[in-house]
């Protein structure tokens, strides 16, 4: 595919005309973003910056978006492999600082490390199939938009 793709959401605050809003300091972080046809979903900043605990921050949607893009990367690659994946789980993490990735003295993503945990069927060869990640990272259309590193650890299990 080399053509362009175009993918639109819509972004709404005050996510709820009742809540705080400017000037208050304290105003609400809370809004809910969409795409046609799709479910809502409630948004705010991290705790730490005055959010919702409840709802999605953008750094775990960020990190979400990671994840799910190299799993998928992965199944078509597995696919094509002829690999056959019977469970794929992970508990991706990232970490927010002010570092060395992003502007000078701001704070951004500094890294995110995937944990993908895949069962494959017995006979499956178990170092292609490590490889397959590496192969994954490499192709992943979001991790290739980001300026941190995406790290994987995979872990790959052999039905009995």
């Known amino acids: 595919m080399t053509e362009p793709q175009h993918f639109r959401i819509r972004l709404e605050w005050p996510a709820d005309p009742a809540q705080t809003a400017h000037p208050d300091a304290n105003f609400s972080r809370n809004a ?6 799709k479910a809502v979903v409630e948004v705010s900043s991290p705790t730490v910056f005055g959010g919702d605990a409840s709802r999605y921050s953008p750094e775990e949607l960020l990190i979400m978006s990671l994840a799910e893009c190299h799993m998928l990367t992965f199944l078509v690659i597995a696919s094509k492999k002829r690999l056959r994946v019977l469970h794929y789980a992970d ?9 060395e ?15 993908p945990r895949v069962l494959v069927a017995r006979g499956s060869n178990l170092a292609e199939a490590k490889l397959m990640h590496e192969k994954a990272r490499a192709n992943c259309f979001v991790a290739n938009s980001v300026n941190f590193p995406v790290r994987h650890l995979a872990d790959i299990i052999e039905a009995e």
């Open 91 to 99: 508990a991706a993490e990232g970490t927010l600082a002010i570092g």
């Open 101 to 115: 990735f992003g502007a000078a003295g701001k704070m951004s993503m500094q890294e995110v490390v995937l944990h």
């Open 32 to 37: 809910i973003v969409s795409a046609d046809g």
